[in-house]
Each structure stands twice: as C-alpha cells, then as structure tokens.
C-alpha cells in the first residue's frame, strides 16, 4: 500500500507547508484534515479562508487517520506526533525530526518516517542530473553564522535548524563524499 492510498490524513499543522500538502493530498482524492494547537491563530485563520472550516479536525470529529504528518516548527515534530504513537496510523515528519537525540531515541514508534521534500525542487533535480553528467563531487557550502535578525516571510531565520536540509541535498545530489 502506497502513501497515497491511506485515505485518512492528518495533518498537523496549518503553515504554509502544510497547506501545500493538503492542496496535493486533496487533489490525490485523499480526505484530509488539520490540527492545531492555536485557532486563533494567523495560520489557522488562513487554513479557515482557504479550504472552509471543515477541513480543520474538532473534538467531536469522528475522524481515524490512516496517515498523520507533522508540519510544525522542528522544535515540536516529536511532541506533535506523540499521542498518535498508539494508532496504527503511518507517521511521518519534515526534518530535522527534532534537535535533541534523547528525544528521538525515547520515540515510542520506530517506523517514523521522514519527508525529503525538497529533493522534488525542479532545481534540485536539474543539479543533480547536471552533477550526475559531469562527475561533479566538490560542492562549496558557505552557511553564515546563526544570525536571527535574518527573516524570512518576516521570521527569525534559524540557520542552525535549517542546514539539515542543506546536508540533505548534498548527499541527495552528490552522493557519499
């Protein structure tokens, strides 16, 4: 049985990846649902405006997962995840799954699995074919310092967070180094 076929997914979290996932699982003709900790929030208000107030899961929801993904911030995937260790639902996260190895070694689940969503960029392919062509296998990094008045979409950039999915690519288009 393939991803797409688990009928039932939660998607916990209601950012701007998150919303992209439901857009894809929606149009896969999956039934998909979000969770959040905060409806009050900017993102849950946009989640609201977006896709009806349906699509976020209630209390009295009858709704068992067949698929929970986590799409929160990479200090809280583990925590988010916890209390659907007991289904029998697929778990899957973005990386980093979290910042603390104690935490992942005490997961409960040890079939977790972990989203590479980057490695379908349309970029990330053109690179990895380009350095496949050429043999290329040096790849200059240049991360800067942790810095948190950089912003993104006006948030403190975490480098720190981040360069797992820098690492990830590296080893996705070059292989071993």
């Avoid at 009806?52 to 990479?74: M, R, Y």
């Avoid at 995937?77 to 005490?106: C, G, M, R, V, W």
């Avoid at 980057?118 to 043999?135: D, P």
Wanted: hydrophobic letters at 35%; charged letters at 25%.
């Amino acid at each position: 049985m393939s991803f797409y076929d688990k009928k039932n997914i939660l998607i916990i979290g209601t950012g701007y990846m998150a919303r992209v996932y439901f857009l894809h699982f929606k149009f896969l003709g999956c039934n998909c649902k979000f969770k959040s900790r905060n409806l009050n929030s900017e993102n849950t208000k946009k989640v609201r405006s977006l896709f009806g107030d349906d699509s976020l899961l209630k209390k009295e929801d009858s709704f068992i997962p067949n698929a929970v993904l986590t799409c929160t911030p990479e200090d809280s995937h583990l925590e988010s995840l916890q209390k659907y260790t007991n289904y029998k639902a697929s778990l899957f996260t973005e990386k980093p799954i979290s910042l603390d190895l104690k935490e992942i070694n005490s997961f409960r689940r040890k079939d977790l699995k972990v989203l590479m969503n980057r490695r379908y960029y349309y970029w990330v392919k053109e690179t990895k074919i380009i350095c496949e062509n050429y043999q290329i296998k040096k790849v200059l990094i240049n991360l800067p310092e942790e810095d948190h008045s950089t912003k993104w979409y006006g948030m403190p950039l975490s480098i720190v967070n981040n360069s797992i999915h820098v690492i990830d690519l590296i080893f996705y288009i070059c292989g071993k180094l």
